[in-house]
């Protein structure tokens, strides 16, 4: 079995973590101060706010776990900060490549605008990038809650920022999967896609959406949020996804709080590793689901004895392919990559 001390030595890319799901407790303290909130009193206290308890029943209950940390991030400064501490976690997993992903709709409550709201997070990733080895962009989510006019908004943050803002790298759907479907949202992956823009979409997170993978990729996504209930496809569909090298950005913590499974023998990421789909290791949320990359990795290296070091560094290749960056980063990643993993075998 690969042991945590490899495991913190191996570089490692990461797809899929949100930012309002990911504060530090420190920043969580500081974001307060700065906002005039007051906070619980004991940290313990302030955790049990911002953390999914394992006994989650439902993705919905663990979605509600944001309510908590969103009133402290409304401000440029806020998000500016909030964007710095993320990557400043990831780097400490000796993550190269992230990219963060927030719904810009929820921090609008004093001022900001969508594209405000997306420029302050960018500017705290751009900090971050100067005082880390780390290479971080940003995702833009749209909520399934929201009205179909108001996700058509989002659009207009591509088109304001993506001629000057190379880190503003892709649209993701986030929310309620189980009410909201995938295929509602058809006219407005269209508006995304005939801009070029690169889509992620959280799909297969609850029992019996399977259906929602396939339509995310029929709608232009690339990448599939988690796309646990990819197991319940059939074996052509399966190895079409592996043929368009679609990546599935799974994250073994989260995916049990949801609900999204139940019991480790269900969870599919060896068994759909071992027919050649291209998943990934991601946190999801550090703060709510309580984890960083590193305990990922350690989960899965303990679920999967044979897992090999081999095997760590092809779902980072598959990740890099994935990633949405230039091709001379990917090159330069998938080149450091396979120096790093040669070095550590
Ligand atoms: O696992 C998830 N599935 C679906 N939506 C999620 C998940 N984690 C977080 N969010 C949603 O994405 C928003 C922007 O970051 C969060 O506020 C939360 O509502
Ligand atoms: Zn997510």
Redesign the pocket.
């Known amino acids: 079995m690969i042991s945590p001390a490899l495991i913190a030595q191996m570089p490692k890319i990461e797809l899929h973590c949100?930012?309002?799901?990911s504060l530090s407790l420190g920043t969580i303290k500081q974001l307060a101060e700065n906002a005039g909130i007051t906070l619980p009193a004991t940290d313990a206290e302030i955790l049990e706010r911002a953390q999914a308890p394992e006994h989650t029943q439902s993705?919905l209950e663990?979605?509600e776990r944001?309510d908590f940390v969103?009133p402290l991030l409304q401000t440029a400064e806020n998000l500016e900060l909030a964007a710095y501490d993320v990557v400043a976690q990831a780097s400490a997993d000796n993550v190269k490549y992230i990219e963060i992903?927030?719904?810009p709709s929820?921090h609008l409550k004093q001022g900001l605008t969508l594209a405000t709201a997306v420029e302050a997070v960018i500017a705290g990733l751009k900090k971050a990038e100067a005082d880390f080895p780390v290479i971080a962009n940003a995702l833009v989510?749209g909520?399934r809650q929201e009205s179909l006019a108001s996700l058509s908004e989002l659009t207009t943050i591509f088109d304001e920022l993506s001629s000057k803002e190379t880190k503003l790298a892709g649209f993701d759907l986030?929310?309620?999967?189980l009410n909201f479907p995938q295929i509602g949202f058809d006219p407005l992956l269209g508006e995304m896609t005939s801009r070029g823009i690169h889509i992620t979409l959280?799909a297969g997170?609850c029992p019996g959406c399977s259906q929602n993978v396939l339509d995310s990729v029929k709608m232009g996504a690339s990448r599939i949020?988690?796309g646990i209930m990819t197991k319940d496809l059939s074996e052509a569909e399966q190895a079409s996804l592996k043929e368009k090298a679609i990546v599935l950005e799974m994250?073994p913590s989260?995916n049990f709080q949801?609900k999204a499974i139940k019991t480790v023998a269900d969870y599919p990421f060896k068994t759909l590793y071992d027919k050649g789909l291209h998943v990934t290791l991601n946190t999801?949320?550090r703060t709510?689901s309580n984890t960083n990359l590193q305990q990922e990795y350690e989960k899965i290296a303990g679920w999967y004895p044979d897992f090999k070091l081999s095997d760590f560094e092809q779902i980072n290749h598959y990740a890099i392919d994935g990633a949405f960056v230039a091709e001379a980063v990917k090159q330069e990643l998938h080149q450091s990559f396979e120096k790093s993993y040669q070095a550590l075998a």
């Open positions: 949100h930012l309002d799901g993705l663990y979605l944001f969103l992903r927030f719904a929820q989510c909520l986030a929310g309620d999967e959280h997170e949020g988690h994250a989260s949801t999801d949320n709510v």
